[in-house]
């Protein structure tokens, strides 16, 4: 296949490290948790207060267990972001990862993140990713070429959702997509939340269901410093990515899959 930006070289040397029957073998022992309901998912509790506390919110997953399947009240703002991601999970199950679908994702995730005027649209402004103490550690792509990096990534997943991946291509390329999606860092904010879910949407779309399981927000959040070191390892300007230093990173969602199948 011929894509418009993403990169597959290492597609090759990642199948020499991946294997479809021990993901395979993983994934099939994946399966629902006995506290989900109709009306409730466990695993989607699971990816929302992970994915947020990458970004630094301040909630434990027990406390948004008690309060989404148990009605257990805490103040607004300890739950409200948290909340919004987990609608955002709900809506991706009943969409294709498309252009529109994707921009309202983040309307939804991003309600009380970024002013209303900004849910699902892109940025207008430069966007630089900086350490705790101000040193630029990451120049994401101009503003100017945002929508058309964007719609090469459309391109390519709406591509890839028409082939009959196998499961190890399946992750390969799930992983990728959330990398480059980061590296153009689309929004105001939202984008790490937004890059987590199209990976695990991507999956889903392509493997089943069962994807949703997969606790990967967890295992990054669990190895956070080592999510963003891998990110970083490309590089700092976006015309100068180097995506053949990415085969660490594409490594920790299956890496995160045989985590939960030894636990």
Known sequence: ???????????????????DDA???????????????????????????????????????DSFVKYKRFGVEFEPDYTRKID?????????????????HIAKAHAILAKHIVHKNWQGKFRSVNMYVATPDGRIEYVAASPLEVPSEMDKLYGDVGKLLEENLTI?????????????????????????RSARLL??????????????????EKYYYRHHQTYYRHIRELGIEYPDLDYSRALPFLLMLPGALNDESTN
């Open 1 to 19: 296949m011929e894509f418009e930006i993403l990169p597959t070289e290492l597609l090759d040397q990642y199948k020499l490290v991946i294997a």
């Open 23 to 61: 993901l395979t073998e993983a994934f099939n022992l994946l399966h629902d948790a006995e506290l989900s309901t109709e009306g409730f998912s466990f695993y989607t509790s699971v990816a929302s207060v992970y994915s947020s506390k990458i970004e630094g919110e301040d909630i434990d997953l």
């Open 84 to 100: 919004d991601l987990y609608l955002a999970y709900q809506y991706a199950k009943e969409h294709t990862p498309g252009k529109e």
């Open 168 to 192: 190890t291509e399946a992750f390969f390329y799930a992983s990728l997509i959330h990398l480059v999606f980061v590296k153009i860092h689309p929004w105001n904010d939202g984008n790490g």
């Open 199 to 216: 990976e695990k949407w991507f999956l889903a779309e392509t493997l089943g269901p069962k994807s949703w399981f997969i606790q990967s």
